[in-house]
């Protein structure tokens, strides 16, 4: 997960606890920034800025409707 | 009516406003088309045209055939430098590898994306339209007044700016942000998004005047593979499935299996992927001040995922209607609402049979085609048009006849 490495806690400050033990996120690495799983997201928990796909943490309900139709395996889920 | 906005723009602070009539988010065949049509149709409004990429055009996603009729309704394409291909023959492959020869003629073509978008962009610009490379919409509110304002993001960080439009045609593909700010309804269930990856492969033999399609669920489960030539040795080679009825593997890992069993000396080039909604145009493409078009709207004919001519009818289509609505000074829901009633007359309604179509032979499996693959080839070459063996394969194969039903109800 992208948390500060020196541990300085903004984690806790900008993030409010997630609503499901798991949520998914996007490996940036893999990502192809191709779109496809926004409109598969039933909460509309993902959006692309400009260099980026960025899944919602606190509107993502864990369904995993995103994660087999990437075309690259861009997206995992993980404990939230 | 409608009054001319002043020329000015506001400053702000480090905050820029920028008012336009017409704001087009997305520069693709359907926002350039829509870009076009609005100044051609009102040459007196100003209409800006969005392309969050540094150039139109980049990166392709796209198999980039198109039919040639179609084509023909936007341009010509013979002689043209975004023409990479001209078909003639349309090869489907069983799933049993049995090759099946269509006879058509003019069958269409294969675009050079990169050339036909610019090339699309740059004549809207020759009209009058503003295009803003490198900017993104970052979202949008409505105002008081009804008009829009949108939040503009550059690449290069230099703060957001404001633009405020009368109309907003969002044309912004399959991520659709513009449909989902504006509270229309852009979501597709799994069974009907087709995920997509694509190879550029070099030093393959084919017929360079063919495109080639092959089905199979250990193929392209829900989809197909195809390989659409770009030049004689050098072609787009890809497949679309749904990944519901695919095993563990996503399009990419099932793409390189289909490219080492079919073309194991092929050097594969750049990859992209991507998203085909192969769905219906959705239930509403408009609001108070807001048309959708394109892939943001589903406009994609769910048999054969093609979209680009599709884009173009659509986004000349919201041109046309935006201007005319702004010349009147309504831009209420009500009056954009022709907009959707046309389209649907246009090609909407036809979708919906197609996706009915679709839906039926999905219920039918490998050996079917294997069967319905001979049952063709015994038809002489030079006679076996789609027609014919449609036709053929009716008679021989009963079970066709309740996925024709469907297709006529």
Known sequence: MLDAPDGDGYRLRMRPAPTCPEIAVVDLQVCDRCGLCLPLCPPEAIHLELTDLVVDRTTCTGCRKCIAPCPVGALTMVAA | ?409
């Open chain 2, 1 to 409: 009516m409608h009054r001319p906005l002043p020329r000015r723009r506001a400053h702000d602070g480090r905050r820029v406003t920028h008012d336009t009539d017409v704001l087009v988010i997305g520069a693709g065949p359907a926002g350039a088309l829509a870009a076009w049509e609005a100044k051609r149709a009102a040459p007196e409004l100003d209409v800006v045209l969005l392309e969050r990429d540094a150039r139109v055009g980049t990166p392709v996603r796209c198999a980039e055939g198109v039919g040639d009729a179609g084509l023909r309704e936007f341009a010509d394409p013979d002689g043209a430098p975004w023409a990479a291909r001209k078909i003639t023959r349309v090869v489907f492959v069983a799933p049993d590898d049995t090759e099946v020869k269509v006879a058509e003629r003019d069958v269409g073509w294969i675009l050079d994306r990169t050339q036909f978008d610019a090339f699309l962009a740059e004549r809207a610009v020759a009209l009058g339209a503003e295009l803003l490379v490198s900017t993104e919409a970052a979202g949008m509110t409505c105002e008081p007044d009804g008009r829009w304002r949108v939040r503009l993001r550059g690449a290069g960080g230099g703060g957001e700016t404001t633009c405020r439009a009368r109309v907003v045609i969002g044309t912004d593909g399959v991520e659709a942000m513009v449909g989902r700010w504006a509270g229309l309804e852009t979501r597709v269930p799994a069974r009907d998004m087709e995920s997509c990856a694509q190879y550029v492969v070099e030093g393959i033999d084919f017929d360079p005047d063919a495109i080639y399609l092959q089905f199979g669920a250990g193929i392209a489960p829900g989809g197909y593979a195809w390989l659409f030539p770009k030049s004689p040795g050098v072609a787009n080679v890809g497949l679309g499935l749904v990944a519901l009825k695919a095993d563990a593997r996503n399009a990419r890992q099932y793409l390189d299996e289909w490219i080492a069993r079919r073309y194991p000396r092929g050097a594969k080039r750049t990859c992209t992927v991507g998203g085909v909604i192969a769905h219906t145009t959705i239930r509403q493409t408009y609001t108070d001040g807001v048309l959708v078009a394109g892939d943001a709207a589903h406009m994609i004919n769910p048999l054969s995922g093609g979209g680009i001519v599709n884009a173009m009818k659509a986004g000349r289509l919201a041109g046309r209607v935006a201007t005319g609505a702004i010349r009147d000074g309504d831009t209420s829901a009500h009056r954009l609402s022709a907009y959707h009633a046309e389209w649907m007359a246009q090609l909407g309604d036809d979708h919906l049979k197609y996706y009915r179509l679709k839906r039926a032979l999905e219920d039918l499996d490998d050996q079917f085609f294997n069967s319905l693959a001979r049952t063709a080839n015994r038809i002489p070459a030079e006679k076996r048009t789609l027609g014919r063996i449609f036709a053929h394969a009716l008679v021989r194969h009963p079970q066709l006849i309740p996925v024709a039903a469907r297709f006529f109800m």
